[in-house]
Nanobody, 116 residues
Framework: QVQLVESGGGLVPTGGSLRLSCAAS????????MAWYRQAPGKERELVAH???????TYGDSVKGRFTISRDYAKNTVYLQMNSLKPEDTADYYC??????????WGQGTQVAVSS
């Protein structure tokens, strides 16, 4: 069993920055890759960023060059640094640990709102 807790969301102006954190607990040895997704009202869930166990990263097209995913194994935490934020980045952001001991785990989400 893996528990994921996101934090760091908030309200920021266009062009601002936020750093999201996702702390993992429980059977953290099960975790290999981790990812961030987001979902805005009335829209489908979208992959934001993905990081493998050996720190290879992948980003969604809409955030490339602006967002950075990283992880701290000692703290069992993954981060999402978000820069140059746009109103279209407004969404609920979710941390995930896919295929962790053959299960997919999700955090509760944290809200990000970017004012125009």
């Amino acid at each position: 069993q893996v528990q994921l807790v996101e934090s760091g969301g908030g309200l920021v102006p266009t062009g601002g920055s936020l750093r999201l954190s996702c702390a993992a607990s429980g059977s953290t040895f099960c975790i290999s890759a981790m990812a961030w997704y987001r979902q805005a009202p009335g829209k489908e869930r979208e992959l934001v960023a993905h990081i493998t166990s050996d720190s290879k990263t992948t980003y969604g097209d809409s955030v490339k060059g602006r967002f950075t995913i990283s992880r701290d194994y000692a703290k069992n935490t993954v981060y999402l640094q978000m820069n140059s934020l746009k109103p279209e980045d407004t969404a609920d952001y979710y941390c995930s640990a896919p295929h962790a001991c053959n299960n997919d785990y999700w955090g509760q989400g944290t809200q990000v709102a970017v004012s125009s």
